[in-house]
């Protein structure tokens, strides 16, 4: 059984950091690409970061470029998600995805896909 747990999520300021992480079981993150994507409220679900292949190779949305970084511990089989420089904006639940590979950007954007594993989700906020 594949299972997906993210950690991490909780409230923060305008301007602090939060540092997301995905533990693994039952896939293995070597084999597939690894995404987190975000849905706020009212809102289209939106990838925002992407890491794929032996070298790691990394890829971020526009809305998250230079203030997000995404790492991967293949010994662990964990994920993270390094979050600085937060807004409001982007307060959403946060997803860890595995799929088979990172979905194409249009336009500083991730194309729609449906992953083949993710899990539950943690909260963020971003508030004063």
């Known amino acids: 059984e594949v299972q997906l747990v993210e950690s991490g999520g909780g409230l923060v300021q305008p301007g602090g950091s939060l540092r997301l992480s995905c533990a693994a079981s039952g896939v293995s993150f070597r084999d597939y690409a690894v995404l987190w994507f975000r849905q706020a409220p009212g809102k289209d679900r939106e990838t925002i970061s992407c890491?794929?292949?032996?070298?790691?190779?990394?890829m971020h949305a526009e809305s998250v470029k230079d203030r997000f970084t995404i790492s991967r511990d293949d010994a662990a089989n964990m994920a993270y998600l390094q979050m600085n420089s937060l807004i409001p904006e982007d307060t959403a639940v946060y997803y860890c995805a595995a799929h088979t590979g990172c979905p194409p950007r249009v336009h500083g954007r991730f194309t729609y896909v449906e992953p083949s594993f993710w899990g539950k989700g943690t909260l963020v906020t971003v508030s004063s």
């Open positions: 890491i794929v292949g032996d070298d790691g190779f990394t």
